[in-house]
């Protein structure tokens, strides 16, 4: 089957990359998406294990249209009675980008009608809509004159794993924060440190990134196991080699600090709900305060928003680079920031810079290396006589 894995902009490559370990196949990068073909154990490990989706759907059809009478007679040849019954509910969720329709509420009506009326002319009824908890989800997406409508095999949004009961003010989305570690390529060889945590999503997608915990519980009510096509015996599967694949033992330090009491109570709450309070140390701290480290990696998201003046703004961009070079030599260092113009005033030249979208917030991704001497030096330490290596 075709299937789609939706995301957030900025994140399409390393989704990619994580549909190729789960054994996707035909990888195609699209905005803000991924598609890429599998079969249904692939569909299960997606919504499981894939860490920066959102949503993953199964590809049905695509056509164009000319108006909404066309729409509803494609929607009318297909044979939906294959994939539900009279008594199960369905429900339809639109997206409209198009000069000529531009309602979605009707795309969806008009969609529900054809559905209705082929189950009305082959059976006499109809099966219910249900826009709570439907046991079929009818995704329609329309981009100027064509059609593609997929099943939504996940429901609930895929950012939203359970454990982040406790908030901060801008909180970042779960499949950000997995997003920045994975791209960071930290997998648990150094110790981690997130010295603005927050409410300690980067710290919790970490561990479990480290320790391979599914960024899904097993038990999530996912809507594929709605589907009449379930196989549950080939999920418990699925769930079962995810079991296995834990591993817990050999995590370094981990620790997460703030300033706020706040987001530190919001972090310890999170953190315990995750169950992950063994291995994550969370103190309130100010970064300018802390003694510092070396050979760790630090990933953060320092404040940039209206409730700081932008000369504050700059100045405090200015002393994050002051500190780092300071207190935290020979540390990787990657920090995102919605405020472009402050991260000019960190004073140090990324060695990767990239684009992503915080929220609605164009943004930008950098890391730092915080060599001890010079970048020479560091590489005559890692590769030996500078002059003998050329």
């Not at 099966?127 to 709570?132: E, G, I, K, R």
């Amino acid at each position: 089957m075709k299937i789609i894995a939706k995301t957030l902009e900025g994140l399409e490559q390393i989704l990619a990359d994580e549909i190729r370990d789960i054994g996707g196949e035909n990888i195609e990068i699209l905005n803000r998406a991924v598609a890429f073909t599998g079969d249904i154990t692939t569909l299960y490990k997606a919504n499981l294990l894939l860490r920066t989706t959102i949503k993953v759907l199964v590809f049905l059809k695509e056509f164009q249209i000319r108006n909404e009478n066309d729409l509803y007679d494609e929607v009318m040849k297909l044979p939906w009675e294959d994939y539900f019954s009279l008594d199960q509910t369905f429900a339809i969720d639109s997206v409209v980008n198009s000069s000529q329709f531009n309602h979605a509420n009707f795309i969806s009506l008009k969609t529900k009608d054809a559905i209705v009326d082929r189950f009305r002319q082959k059976f006499g009824s109809r099966p219910s809509v249900d826009t709570t908890d439907p046991h079929l989800k009818i995704n329609v997406h329309i981009r100027e004159n064509t059609v593609t409508l997929s099943f939504d095999s996940s429901g609930t949004s895929l950012h939203m794993r359970g454990y982040r009961r406790a908030q901060v003010d801008a909180p970042m989305n779960e499949v950000l924060a997995a997003g920045l570690v994975l791209i960071s390529g930290w997998k648990g060889e150094t110790p981690l440190i997130d010295p603005m945590c927050g409410s300690g999503t980067i710290l919790c997608e970490a561990v479990k990134i480290a320790a391979n915990i599914p960024p899904q519980s097993f038990d999530r009510n996912f809507a594929f196991k709605k589907w009449k096509t379930f196989d549950e015996t080939m999920w418990n599967l699925v769930c079962e080699n995810a079991q296995k694949q834990i591993n817990l033992s050999a995590l370094p330090k981990i620790q997460g600090f703030d300033i706020l009491p706040k987001a530190v109570k919001a972090s310890q709450i999170n953190v315990e709900t995750a169950g992950l309070e063994k291995y994550i140390e969370i103190a309130e701290e100010d970064f300018f305060y802390q003694e510092g480290t070396e050979d760790a990696t630090l990933i953060f998201n320092p404040p940039y928003d209206e409730r700081l003046r932008e000369n504050d703004v700059t100045e405090l961009y200015r002393q994050i680079g002051d500190k780092l070079k300071l207190c935290f030599t020979n540390c990787d260092v990657w920090i995102i920031s919605g405020h472009l113009e402050a991260m000019k005033n960190v004073g140090l030249r990324p060695s990767v810079r990239k684009k992503m979208l915080n929220g609605s917030i164009q943004s930008l991704y950098c890391k730092y290396e915080m060599y001890k001497g010079t970048k020479k030096s560091k590489w005559i330490n890692k590769y030996g006589n500078a002059e003998t290596n050329n």
